[in-house]
Protein backbone atom coordinates (compact mmCIF):
# COMPACT_ATOMS: atom_id res chain seq x y z
CA UNK A 1 0.00 0.00 0.00
CA UNK A 2 2.99 2.70 0.98
CA UNK A 3 5.22 1.82 -2.12
CA UNK A 4 1.96 2.23 -4.27
CA UNK A 5 1.01 5.66 -3.13
CA UNK A 6 4.65 6.28 -3.26
CA UNK A 7 4.61 5.48 -7.43
CA UNK A 8 1.46 7.16 -7.28
CA UNK A 9 2.67 10.36 -5.75
CA UNK A 10 6.02 10.42 -7.56
CA UNK A 11 3.85 9.79 -11.40
CA UNK A 12 1.78 12.49 -10.31
CA UNK A 13 4.56 15.07 -9.09
CA UNK A 14 6.59 14.16 -12.31
CA UNK A 15 3.62 15.17 -14.74
CA UNK A 16 3.41 18.30 -12.61
CA UNK A 17 7.11 19.26 -13.33
CA UNK A 18 6.24 18.11 -16.66
CA UNK A 19 3.91 20.16 -17.95
CA UNK A 20 5.78 23.41 -16.55
CA UNK A 21 8.22 22.89 -19.14
CA UNK A 22 10.64 20.01 -17.81
CA UNK A 23 12.48 18.22 -21.19
CA UNK A 24 12.55 14.76 -21.73
CA UNK A 25 15.35 12.32 -23.07
CA UNK A 26 13.00 11.58 -25.49
CA UNK A 27 12.46 14.66 -27.03
CA UNK A 28 14.06 15.81 -30.40
CA UNK A 29 16.50 18.74 -28.40
CA UNK A 30 18.98 20.67 -30.62
CA UNK A 31 21.26 22.84 -28.82
CA UNK A 32 22.21 25.99 -30.34
CA UNK A 33 24.54 28.64 -28.91
CA UNK A 34 24.05 32.11 -29.74
CA UNK A 35 22.30 31.01 -33.24
CA UNK A 36 25.36 29.51 -34.67
CA UNK A 37 26.76 27.13 -32.39
CA UNK A 38 24.97 23.71 -32.64
CA UNK A 39 25.85 21.31 -30.50
CA UNK A 40 24.83 17.73 -30.68
CA UNK A 41 23.05 16.62 -27.17
CA UNK A 42 23.19 12.62 -28.08
CA UNK A 43 25.73 10.35 -29.65
CA UNK A 44 26.78 6.73 -30.46
CA UNK A 45 27.98 4.84 -26.92
CA UNK A 46 31.57 4.31 -27.05
CA UNK A 47 31.91 0.52 -27.04
CA UNK A 48 33.53 0.33 -23.69
CA UNK A 49 29.55 0.86 -21.84
CA UNK A 50 28.32 -1.99 -21.80
CA UNK A 51 24.50 -1.08 -20.83
CA UNK A 52 23.92 1.96 -22.67
CA UNK A 53 23.25 2.46 -26.43
CA UNK A 54 23.19 6.21 -26.51
CA UNK A 55 25.04 8.96 -24.59
CA UNK A 56 22.93 12.03 -23.64
CA UNK A 57 24.12 15.64 -22.44
CA UNK A 58 22.46 16.87 -19.06
CA UNK A 59 20.80 19.59 -20.94
CA UNK A 60 18.37 17.77 -22.28
CA UNK A 61 16.71 16.82 -18.56
CA UNK A 62 16.58 20.31 -17.61
CA UNK A 63 13.58 22.66 -17.94
CA UNK A 64 13.23 24.94 -21.04
CA UNK A 65 13.66 27.91 -19.44
CA UNK A 66 17.22 26.54 -17.50
CA UNK A 67 17.79 25.12 -21.23
CA UNK A 68 17.12 28.37 -22.71
CA UNK A 69 20.01 29.97 -20.56
CA UNK A 70 22.72 28.20 -22.22
CA UNK A 71 21.57 28.86 -25.18
CA UNK A 72 23.01 32.67 -25.04
CA UNK A 73 25.97 33.50 -23.50
CA UNK A 74 24.69 36.93 -22.87
CA UNK A 75 22.21 35.39 -20.56
CA UNK A 76 24.16 32.65 -19.64
CA UNK A 77 25.57 33.30 -15.37
CA UNK A 78 28.68 31.43 -16.18
CA UNK A 79 29.94 34.48 -18.35
CA UNK A 80 30.57 36.31 -15.36
CA UNK A 81 32.74 33.87 -13.84
CA UNK A 82 34.68 33.77 -16.99
CA UNK A 83 35.13 37.43 -17.08
CA UNK A 84 36.53 36.52 -13.43
CA UNK A 85 38.90 33.92 -15.03
CA UNK A 86 39.73 36.78 -17.96
CA UNK A 87 41.14 39.05 -15.39
CA UNK A 88 43.17 36.74 -13.62
CA UNK A 89 44.63 35.65 -16.94
CA UNK A 90 46.05 38.73 -17.19
CA UNK A 91 47.25 39.27 -13.13
CA UNK A 92 50.80 39.21 -12.14
CA UNK A 93 51.43 36.88 -9.30
CA UNK A 94 54.17 34.90 -7.44
CA UNK A 95 57.82 35.21 -7.18
CA UNK A 96 58.07 35.46 -10.41
CA UNK A 97 56.33 38.60 -11.71
CA UNK A 98 54.50 36.46 -14.09
CA UNK A 99 50.92 36.05 -15.44
CA UNK A 100 49.39 33.03 -17.20
CA UNK A 101 49.65 35.88 -20.04
CA UNK A 102 53.12 35.82 -19.82
CA UNK A 103 53.99 32.23 -21.36
CA UNK A 104 50.63 32.32 -23.29
CA UNK A 105 50.91 34.90 -25.38
CA UNK A 106 48.21 33.85 -27.63
CA UNK A 107 45.31 33.73 -25.23
CA UNK A 108 43.13 31.26 -23.93
CA UNK A 109 42.76 30.14 -27.22
CA UNK A 110 46.07 28.46 -27.26
CA UNK A 111 44.21 25.58 -24.82
CA UNK A 112 41.34 24.90 -27.71
CA UNK A 113 40.44 21.34 -27.76
CA UNK A 114 42.58 20.56 -23.97
CA UNK A 115 39.32 19.95 -22.37
CA UNK A 116 37.80 17.35 -24.46
CA UNK A 117 40.62 15.37 -24.08
CA UNK A 118 40.91 15.50 -20.15
CA UNK A 119 42.09 14.02 -17.88
CA UNK A 120 45.17 12.33 -19.43
CA UNK A 121 48.00 10.87 -18.59
CA UNK A 122 51.06 13.04 -18.71
CA UNK A 123 54.87 12.64 -19.44
CA UNK A 124 55.88 10.94 -15.93
CA UNK A 125 53.01 8.40 -16.70
CA UNK A 126 50.78 9.81 -13.99
CA UNK A 127 46.74 10.68 -14.27
CA UNK A 128 46.56 14.60 -14.59
CA UNK A 129 43.47 16.51 -14.53
CA UNK A 130 43.38 20.22 -15.94
CA UNK A 131 43.08 21.78 -12.48
CA UNK A 132 46.64 20.38 -11.49
CA UNK A 133 47.61 21.85 -15.00
CA UNK A 134 46.71 25.46 -14.04
CA UNK A 135 48.37 24.60 -10.23
CA UNK A 136 51.30 23.18 -11.82
CA UNK A 137 51.84 26.26 -13.75
CA UNK A 138 51.17 28.38 -10.53
CA UNK A 139 53.65 26.90 -8.63
CA UNK A 140 56.40 25.96 -11.01
CA UNK A 141 56.42 29.23 -13.48
CA UNK A 142 54.88 32.10 -11.42
CA UNK A 143 56.16 31.14 -7.81
CA UNK A 144 52.57 31.46 -7.23
CA UNK A 145 50.71 29.16 -4.11
CA UNK A 146 48.56 26.88 -5.96
CA UNK A 147 44.47 27.50 -5.62
CA UNK A 148 42.07 25.64 -3.86
CA UNK A 149 40.91 22.37 -6.32
CA UNK A 150 36.81 23.63 -6.48
CA UNK A 151 37.33 27.32 -5.20
CA UNK A 152 36.41 30.11 -6.94
CA UNK A 153 39.33 30.92 -8.60
CA UNK A 154 39.79 27.63 -10.11
CA UNK A 155 36.52 27.29 -11.13
CA UNK A 156 36.50 30.44 -12.78
CA UNK A 157 39.88 29.13 -14.60
CA UNK A 158 38.80 26.01 -15.71
CA UNK A 159 35.78 26.93 -17.00
CA UNK A 160 37.79 29.60 -19.33
CA UNK A 161 39.74 26.85 -20.50
CA UNK A 162 36.68 25.04 -20.78
CA UNK A 163 35.29 26.61 -23.28
CA UNK A 164 38.11 27.18 -25.57
CA UNK A 165 37.18 23.73 -26.56
CA UNK A 166 33.38 24.42 -26.95
CA UNK A 167 32.00 22.32 -29.74
CA UNK A 168 34.96 19.68 -29.64
CA UNK A 169 33.73 16.14 -29.41
CA UNK A 170 35.50 14.46 -26.24
CA UNK A 171 37.41 12.06 -26.80
CA UNK A 172 39.49 10.82 -23.40
CA UNK A 173 42.04 8.17 -23.67
CA UNK A 174 41.11 4.73 -21.58
CA UNK A 175 44.04 2.81 -23.13
CA UNK A 176 47.85 1.96 -22.63
CA UNK A 177 49.03 3.96 -19.76
CA UNK A 178 45.27 5.40 -18.68
CA UNK A 179 44.48 1.65 -18.41
CA UNK A 180 45.01 1.00 -14.86
CA UNK A 181 43.29 4.57 -13.45
CA UNK A 182 40.09 4.17 -15.63
CA UNK A 183 39.51 0.16 -14.21
CA UNK A 184 40.06 1.96 -10.69
CA UNK A 185 37.39 4.38 -11.96
CA UNK A 186 35.05 2.49 -12.84
CA UNK A 187 35.55 -0.29 -10.35
CA UNK A 188 34.42 3.43 -8.04
CA UNK A 189 31.08 4.43 -10.12
CA UNK A 190 29.79 0.44 -9.50
CA UNK A 191 30.92 0.12 -6.42
CA UNK A 192 28.09 0.86 -3.20
CA UNK A 193 28.57 2.89 -0.27
CA UNK A 194 26.91 4.76 2.22
CA UNK A 195 23.84 4.60 4.27
CA UNK A 196 21.71 4.50 1.16
CA UNK A 197 24.20 1.83 -0.30
CA UNK A 198 24.09 2.85 -3.46
CA UNK A 199 26.41 3.70 -6.60
CA UNK A 200 26.53 6.24 -9.46
CA UNK A 201 25.38 3.71 -11.47
CA UNK A 202 22.26 3.35 -9.36
CA UNK A 203 21.15 6.89 -10.30
CA UNK A 204 22.90 7.58 -13.56
CA UNK A 205 22.74 4.39 -15.24
CA UNK A 206 19.79 2.36 -14.04
CA UNK A 207 17.38 5.21 -13.43
CA UNK A 208 18.17 8.38 -15.47
CA UNK A 209 15.35 10.11 -17.27
CA UNK A 210 12.86 9.14 -13.82
CA UNK A 211 12.04 11.82 -11.74
CA UNK A 212 13.28 11.62 -7.81
CA UNK A 213 11.75 14.43 -5.49
CA UNK A 214 11.81 17.08 -7.90
CA UNK A 215 14.85 16.33 -9.88
CA UNK A 216 15.25 14.70 -13.82
CA UNK A 217 17.88 12.03 -13.15
CA UNK A 218 19.98 12.86 -16.12
CA UNK A 219 23.07 9.88 -17.22
CA UNK A 220 25.50 12.35 -14.91
CA UNK A 221 27.62 13.30 -18.02
CA UNK A 222 30.43 15.91 -17.10
CA UNK A 223 31.10 17.11 -21.07
CA UNK A 224 29.60 20.78 -19.58
CA UNK A 225 31.44 21.22 -16.30
CA UNK A 226 32.51 23.14 -14.85
CA UNK A 227 28.72 24.33 -14.69
CA UNK A 228 26.76 26.59 -12.87
CA UNK A 229 24.11 25.78 -10.90
CA UNK A 230 20.89 27.14 -10.00
CA UNK A 231 21.16 25.52 -7.10
CA UNK A 232 24.05 27.48 -5.32
CA UNK A 233 24.84 29.90 -7.95
CA UNK A 234 28.23 29.58 -8.77
CA UNK A 235 30.57 27.07 -10.86
CA UNK A 236 30.83 23.70 -10.35
CA UNK A 237 33.36 21.76 -10.34
CA UNK A 238 33.73 17.67 -11.47
CA UNK A 239 35.27 16.87 -7.99
CA UNK A 240 32.63 18.78 -5.95
CA UNK A 241 29.60 17.29 -7.86
CA UNK A 242 31.21 13.80 -7.01
CA UNK A 243 31.70 14.91 -3.62
CA UNK A 244 27.88 16.27 -3.30
CA UNK A 245 26.76 13.19 -4.56
CA UNK A 246 28.41 11.10 -2.48
CA UNK A 247 27.10 13.20 0.66
CA UNK A 248 23.75 12.84 -0.95
CA UNK A 249 23.83 8.70 -0.41
CA UNK A 250 25.33 9.42 3.16
CA UNK A 251 28.71 8.37 1.86
CA UNK A 252 32.20 9.77 3.08
CA UNK A 253 33.32 11.62 0.35
CA UNK A 254 36.65 11.12 -1.27
CA UNK A 255 39.03 14.25 -1.27
CA UNK A 256 39.25 16.71 -4.15
CA UNK A 257 41.93 15.76 -6.04
CA UNK A 258 42.42 12.77 -4.70
CA UNK A 259 43.55 9.46 -6.59
CA UNK A 260 40.00 8.12 -6.41
CA UNK A 261 38.03 11.15 -7.43
CA UNK A 262 40.54 11.28 -10.56
CA UNK A 263 40.13 8.08 -11.36
CA UNK A 264 36.46 8.25 -11.30
CA UNK A 265 36.77 11.72 -13.11
CA UNK A 266 38.36 9.64 -15.99
CA UNK A 267 35.92 7.09 -15.94
CA UNK A 268 32.94 9.28 -16.63
CA UNK A 269 34.61 11.77 -18.51
CA UNK A 270 35.38 8.78 -21.01
CA UNK A 271 31.54 7.43 -21.07
CA UNK A 272 31.04 10.67 -22.44
CA UNK A 273 33.44 10.04 -25.31
CA UNK A 274 31.65 10.87 -28.72
CA UNK A 275 29.25 13.97 -26.94
CA UNK A 276 30.27 17.59 -27.31
CA UNK A 277 31.77 19.78 -24.84
CA UNK A 278 29.47 22.35 -23.99
CA UNK A 279 31.58 23.98 -21.25
CA UNK A 280 30.75 26.35 -19.24
CA UNK A 281 27.33 24.76 -18.76
CA UNK A 282 24.03 25.61 -16.97
CA UNK A 283 22.36 22.94 -14.86
CA UNK A 284 19.92 23.13 -12.13
Known amino acids: MGMNLFKTTAAIAGLALMGTGMATAGEESALTINGDL ?34 DDFDNPSFVFVDVALDLWDKVDGSEGKACSSCHENGPEEFAGLTASMPRINAEGQLETTTELVNECRTER ?12 MAAMTSLIGLQSRGSVVNVAIDGAAAPYWEKGKELYYTRVGQLDMSCSNCHEDNYDVMIRADHLSQGQINGFP ?18 CMKN ?3 KPFGQGSDEFKALELYVASRGNGLTVETPSVRN
Open 142 to 153: MGAEPWKYSKGK
Open 38 to 71: TIPTSASAPAHLENIDMVTSGWIYRTKETQALQM
Open 249 to 251: IRA
Open 227 to 244: TYRLKNAKMNTTHARFKG
